[in-house]
């Protein structure tokens, strides 16, 4: 059995963190006059945060995985789809009656719009990435297949092919009557199967890939922010060389982008590197943990928060400024974070 990797849980907390900052910084671009600066931190910088979800599960998965056994498919699928998809049918449902309270819209107008809802993920505007998880959990034997066969150099033509995918999806494909192509986003996993498969392939040789990073810190870090620096600059390009406004920079810039793509490559590396061998303060990890422990729970109830939160501003008279929206983004994570530890000492003290 291979010891549990703490820095795992630190990076799902980094990476928490990152999804709350996006979600802020939608609220954000509300503001008819943001500061780029901070449109940046929110919506740029923290454009990692879906796709190292990806590349930490098929890590976790890999690692953990004894190839002296057959694999049993059955009981995989039992034990991930029990973890997923029955949260992900519970609380799209409860998001679905929860607006429909609020809003008032009819609730299923058919049986079809009701399918599409919950096939692609549109309760929430962040339950998509369950639906891509739930599809890379149903595909598991191909990554397995594939897995055991990458050598170096097909993981770079997976790579180009990876590029090439995502940047025709993203800018060359439009829009589409057709539901697939349509939400394509929200389910195909062709969008992040690189980032999936070598999460996998370091799982697997997870004590070289170990070893490579202690002896590479340096660069690793050079290349972290060459990627990162990379990725901004390609965002200030839009806006100041292109006149694009942060809304149309951001969903540009995104992370699938071709600098997009190469920034959490090197983010997830980072973060493995100063993570298992970086001297980090003791609030920090703390920290970093109890958002890693909790991170399922924030990603699921973190819109709650924030529609809430941004009632409670209008009913206050405040506009999303540059320091509200600072404010409002640790009071997002704050808030979730408290009902899930209050929910737990709750129901602790209820079973005794």
């Not at 055991?148 to 999806?169: E, G, N, V």
Request: hydrophobic share 55%.
């Amino acid at each position: 059995m291979k010891p549990w990797l703490n820095s795992i849980e630190y990076i799902r907390g980094v990476s928490m963190a990152g999804v709350v900052a996006i979600h802020t910084g939608s609220q954000y671009l509300l503001n008819p006059t943001p500061n780029i600066h901070l449109v940046a931190l929110f919506e740029v910088v923290s454009r990692f945060s879906v796709p190292i979800f990806f590349f930490i599960s098929a890590f976790g998965l890999f690692y953990r995985m004894n190839f002296d056994e057959p694999f049993s498919y059955g009981k995989f699928l039992r034990r991930r789809l029990k973890a997923v998809l029955i949260p992900y049918l519970l609380w799209s449902t409860f998001y679905l009656l929860h607006d429909n309270w609020f809003y008032g819209y009819q609730l299923f107008p058919d049986f079809d719009y009701a399918t599409e809802i919950y096939f692609f993920g549109l309760a929430k505007y962040h339950l998509y990435f369950l639906v891509i998880l739930i599809w890379f959990y149903l595909l598991m034997p191909l990554w397995i297949f594939l897995v055991k066969r990458m050598t170096p150099a097909k993981l770079f033509l997976l790579l180009a092919a990876q590029i090439a995918f995502d940047y025709w999806s993203s800018y060359c494909a439009g829009t589409s009557e057709n539901l697939f192509m349509k939400w394509r986003l929200n389910w195909l996993v062709l969008h992040y199967v690189f980032v999936f498969v070598l999460g996998g392939v370091l799982g697997i040789y997870s004590e070289k890939f170990f070893a490579w990073c202690k002896a590479h810190k340096k660069i690793i870090s050079a290349t972290f922010l060459i990627a990162l620096t990379t990725l901004l600059g390609y965002y200030y390009f839009l806006i100041y060389v292109q006149n694009f406004s942060p809304t149309a920079a951001v969903n540009t810039a995104h992370q699938l982008s071709p600098p997009g793509i190469f920034y959490t490559i090197a983010t997830s590396i980072f973060l493995f590197t100063l993570f298992q061998f970086g001297k980090l303060p003791a609030p920090l990890t703390n920290f970093l943990s109890l958002l890693g422990k909790n991170s399922y729970f924030v990603y699921l109830a973190h819109p709650l928060i924030i529609h809430y939160l941004s009632l409670g501003l209008g009913k206050l008279g405040l506009i999303m400024t540059a320091p509200n929206a600072l404010i409002f983004y640790v009071a997002t994570i704050a808030a979730t974070l408290s009902v899930k530890l209050l929910s737990q000492k709750f129901f602790q003290a209820f079973r005794r």
